[in-house]
């Protein structure tokens, strides 16, 4: 019966340790680039006064072009 828990033990702790070399991490992005990238996303699409027909359906807009500034690491020249 020992034998069988060191064994049972020995798998467990060889599968996480195989999982855990081979899962990815997500990697957060810094608080600079968001910064940047919201500073951009500002000054390319400005703030509109809610319930104006202009606000209507940017909000997407500000997602997509925030998303690619993170992206492309802040660089939108690119």
């Known amino acids: 019966m020992g034998k069988l828990k060191r064994s049972f033990g020995a798998l467990i702790v060889f599968t996480l340790v195989a999982y855990l070399t081979t899962a990815q991490s997500a990697s957060a992005i810094t608080v600079e680039l968001a910064k940047k990238c919201r500073e951009m996303t ?3 699409h400005p ?7 202009a606000a ?3 909000e997407k807009a500000e997602r997509d072009y925030f998303k690619a500034c993170v992206a492309k690491g802040g660089n939108m020249d690119k």
């Open 42 to 44: 500002i000054k390319a």
């Open 47 to 53: 703030p509109q006064m809610a319930g104006s027909k």
């Open 56 to 58: 209507a359906g940017v």
